[in-house]
């Protein structure tokens, strides 16, 4: 049996040490100010034990991470006709980049570019009663935990900031794609990714992708069939253009968000969050993603 708790600690005091060249995102001026020193680690295995680290308990913005959730929400709303708005390939180009969407004329590339994520937006506004409000409390629902909230000071903070957002939502909306009005697409989006969570509460959330759709309370919320359909899109475009190399280094299904949060699974195994706002040069966290480089190969734990 393996030590958990001795791994983690291993990882954790490893790379506190070693020099982290990356920077914290300061294009959304609310993270701008958060320590580049924050670190944490939380794992919790599909049989309910879990094991942490360092600041596993401090809530950060999940930001591009909302987009699995809001994704989940869509696909259970909606089905498969999602596809036809958005597809599945990786775009093998930053997450806020335009130009492929023009070229393929208003379908982005999948659904965790922010183009993509957009364009869910948009759907969950169609099909909610109470859109905002309705989200939240499915990611209240799969995490187990009435205490998540919107964080209003982010959202503001990227909303002033946001013109590649509202550029790609105009893009979107002149090649109807986009339903509703922009600023209520972008209203919701900059909300969803406002989004406060800990390490913790992460893995709770996405514990529903290593258990064929079932959350923690064993409540079925997705299909078998689109639980394997978003762990497919989360390993091929879960990291933009670095989807290649986590799949290289890690080799699980995850997502990142320019918060510095990294959350992976293993189908039938274990939920992994980490947590360290400094980014690299493609807005993955630069120590998260050597952390879960180091827990597959020290566990042999991936999905290859
Ligand atoms: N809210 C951020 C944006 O739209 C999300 C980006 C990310 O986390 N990669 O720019």
Not at 45 to 55: A, C, H, K, R, S
Not at 114 to 120: H, M, T, Y
Not at 121 to 145: G, I, Q, W, Y
Request: glycine fraction near 6%; hydrophobic fraction near 40%; charge should be negative.
């Amino acid at each position: 049996m393996l030590n958990y708790q001795a791994i983690l600690e291993e990882i954790h005091e490893s790379l506190k040490n070693t020099e982290n060249t990356g920077e914290v995102a300061s294009y959304i001026s609310e993270l701008a100010n958060i320590s580049k020193d924050k670190f944490g680690i939380h794992l919790q295995l599909i049989t309910g034990e879990n094991y942490f680290v360092g600041d596993a308990a401090e809530k950060f913005s999940i930001q591009s991470i909302s987009k699995v959730l809001s994704l989940a929400k869509a696909f259970q709303l909606v089905g498969n006709d999602l596809l036809e708005r958005v597809d599945v390939e990786p775009s093998g180009n930053p997450f806020n980049h335009l130009s492929l969407l023009e070229l393929e004329n208003g379908i982005p590339r999948n659904p965790l570019i922010n183009s993509g994520a957009i364009v869910i937006a948009d759907v969950l506004l169609s099909n909610l009663k109470n859109p905002k409000e309705d989200f939240l409390n499915f990611v209240r629902e799969l995490t187990h935990d009435e205490s998540i909230q919107y964080n209003e000071k982010i959202a503001e903070s990227e909303r002033v900031t946001g013109f590649n957002n509202y550029a790609a939502a105009n893009l979107l909306k002149a090649y109807g794609n986009l339903h509703n009005k922009v600023e209520d697409v972008l209203d919701f989006y900059f909300h969803q990714c406002s989004i406060m969570m800990d390490c913790k509460q992460l893995t709770n959330a996405f514990f529903v992708f290593a258990n064929k759709g079932k959350c923690l309370k064993n409540i079925q919320h997705l299909t078998s069939s689109q639980v394997k359909r978003i762990n497919a899109i989360m390993l091929t475009c879960g990291f933009y253009d670095e989807a290649g190399e986590f799949a290289f280094e890690v080799g699980l299904p995850g997502k990142s968000g320019v918060g510095g949060g990294i959350v992976a699974l293993l189908p039938h195994y274990f939920t992994i969050a980490t947590w360290a706002p400094a980014l690299n040069k493609k807005g993955n966290s630069f120590l998260g993603m050597q952390a879960l480089e180091q827990f597959t190969t020290k566990t042999r734990l991936s999905i290859f």
